[in-house]
């Protein structure tokens, strides 16, 4: 399963509704799937601070999700990380509800009231996630994590949303000690270097998008 997949999964309720209000921003899952496309050697990063991007791929994947995501990419090739994150066009949220409702892990409601009410993604097959989240559990209990879980705990931690997320997972650790954990696992020595500098430059532009439409609306 995708690090796109597996957040999706890990930011909503078993009744499909988001676990908080911040998990309904879409910038996680534009990371994750960036993420997914890097751990897959497909796109590669220079070395400025926020770094551009750059397609190492001339083939599609294989994958509906990482495949949409690549043409995003391909069509804004050079742009800075930051941008991409942003970009309402690679978000891939309904390509991950298709891919898992086509799997029987999830359905779909759709949107109500003219679309004022989002659409929902109940689970029907509760045993991805459950797999998932006994993985996490092992990892901050002290096991050896893969680039994948790494790369998704780095995440849940750059989205603020770890400690609520991850509640029974982390068991006894305090919100210093589950940070310290997943700064661990998350070294680049587990995900490598530049996925590691990659999830630092997307949760920090994810950090500043938040803080400004905080401002905005309190200010409104």
Known sequence: MLVAEQLFLLLRRDDGKAESAFA???YGL???VLT???LGEHIALNDDKDPRVTVTTAESVGDPVLDAALERVRA???TKLSGLVTDGRLNPRDRIADSLAADGVIAIEPKKAFGLIGARYPVR????EQGLRERLRAVLSGASATPGEAALLALL????VSGKVLDEEKGLLSKHDLNRRIDEVASGDVIGQAVA???EAMTAAIVVI???AAAASSSS
Not at 125 to 128: A, F, G, N, T, Y
Not at 157 to 160: F, P, S
């Open 36 to 38: 997914d496309l890097l």
């Open 76 to 78: 804004k090739e050079g």
């Open 24 to 26: 309904q921003n879409d």
């Open 157 to 160: 931690k750059g989205l603020g």
């Open 197 to 199: 500098k990659a999830i």
């Open 30 to 32: 534009s990371g994750a």
């Open 125 to 128: 097959d509760p045993r991805p």
């Open 210 to 212: 938040t803080a400004g």
